[in-house]
């Protein structure tokens, strides 16, 4: 498994940006997908974003396509979550998630992720 620690969120204003960022020490020799997930008050954990980590392949949640960027710095074992255009639906704990043997197959966000960071809260105002 890979230790997961995830840092930038804050408070904004609705239209502002923030930029979260997910320590993975080593994980490029363990993990073959990354991902972002959240959890909005009162309701379910939902996917975000996921790169594959061999080739940079990138998917959304339509709720984000357009505003948020996912990438990877594996030299500094770094996996970035951009946001922009935020909306007050983009409220929640955000979590940085690694999948490793023995999960393979299409990196997506319903795929099996076997590390969590602890999460780090966003919340943004009308």
């Known amino acids: 498994q890979v230790q997961l620690v995830e840092s930038g969120g804050g408070s904004v204003q609705a239209g502002g940006s923030l930029r979260l960022s997910c320590a993975a020490p080593g994980y490029t020799a363990t993990a073959n997908c990354m991902g972002w997930f959240r959890q909005p008050p009162g309701k379910q954990r939902e996917g975000v974003a996921t790169?594959?980590?061999?080739?940079?392949?990138?998917y959304y949640a339509k709720s984000v396509r357009g505003r948020f960027t996912i990438s990877q710095d594996s030299a500094a074992s770094m996996v970035y979550l951009e946001m922009n255009s935020l909306k007050p639906e983009d409220t929640g704990i955000y979590y940085c998630?690694?999948?490793?043997?023995?999960?393979?197959?299409?990196?997506?966000?319903?795929?099996?992720?076997?590390?969590w960071g602890q999460g780090t809260q966003v919340t943004v105002s009308s």
């Open positions: 790169i594959l980590i061999g080739d940079n392949t990138t």
């Open positions: 998630a690694a999948r490793g043997p023995p999960y393979g197959g299409a990196c997506l966000t319903n795929a099996k992720f076997n590390s």
